[in-house]
Antibody, heavy 121, light 107 residues
Framework: EVQLVESGGGLVQPGGSLRLSCAAS????????MNWVRQAPGKGLEWVSY????????YYADSVKGRFTISRDNAKNSLYLQMNSLRDEDTAVYYC??????????????WGQGTLVTVSS | DIQMTQSPSSLSASEGDRVTITCRAS??????LNWYQQKPGKAPKLLIY???SLQSGVPSRFSASGSGTDFTLTISSLQPEDFATYYC?????????FGQGTKVEIK
């Protein structure tokens, strides 16, 4: 059974840092690209970042570029999001999502339960 | 960035109703369009990928169509468990933008 379990969320002051983790199981993690997606309270979904299976290709949303860093450790079946210079508007539930591609089509077929990040003084 | 616009933003419907949600892309995305369902306090769930392909395990009352810039998601006979928020997402290019969501509520 595919499982994605996020951790590391919490309350942080503006300008602070936080590192999120996503522990993967039930599939060959090293073969799959991964994403972080966030959802501010009462709002819609916002894609945050993508990392390829090897980690060689990385993309960020403009809203987090230069402040967030995505990474992975395939030996530990884990995905990470280092978040620096946090702002009030980064407050959200952060989901990790597996990025599956079949015959060229790409979609997020499994999602974690999410971890809440609250940026507030 | 490609903008995704869903309509309506919300709708009220009764059990057994046929419901249609539309999604429009700001430029052509071929069939690189996915649909997700999200219930309160839960993670999104993939329903449809590649514009019209039903994800494994998703009931056949869900269907979708479209290509280019205009897409639809249809629920043929609304069930109690279908009351949720639905999002479209383009996977044509990065950033993989989502629509703003359509909340399906009980009438």
């Amino acid at each position: 059974e595919v499982q994605l379990v996020e951790s590391g969320g919490g309350l942080v002051q503006p300008g602070g840092s936080l590192r999120l983790s996503c522990a993967a199981s039930g599939f060959t993690f090293s073969s799959c690209a991964m994403n972080w997606v966030r959802q501010a309270p009462g709002k819609g979904l916002e894609w945050v970042s993508y990392i390829s299976s090897s980690g060689s290709t990385i993309y960020y949303a403009d809203s987090v570029k230069g402040r967030f860093t995505i990474s992975r450790d395939n030996a530990k079946n884990s995905l990470y999001l280092q978040m620096n210079s946090l702002r009030d508007e980064d407050t959200a539930v952060y989901y990790c999502a597996r990025d599956l591609g079949l015959s060229g089509w790409r979609y997020f077929d499994y999602w974690g339960q999410g971890t809440l990040v609250t940026v507030s003084s | 960035d490609i903008q995704m616009t869903q309509s309506p933003s919300s709708l009220s419907a009764s059990e057994g109703d046929r419901v249609t949600i539309t999604c429009r892309a700001s430029q052509s995305i071929s069939s690189y369009l996915n649909w997700y369902q999200q219930k309160p306090g839960k993670a999104p769930k993939l329903l449809i990928y590649a514009a019209s392909s039903l994800q494994s395990g998703v009931p056949s009352r869900f269907s979708a169509s479209g290509s280019g810039t205009d897409f639809t998601l249809t629920i043929s006979s609304l069930q109690p468990e279908d009351f949720a928020t639905y999002y479209c997402q383009q996977s044509y290019t990065t950033p993989r933008t989502f629509g703003q969501g359509t909340k399906v509520e009980i009438k």
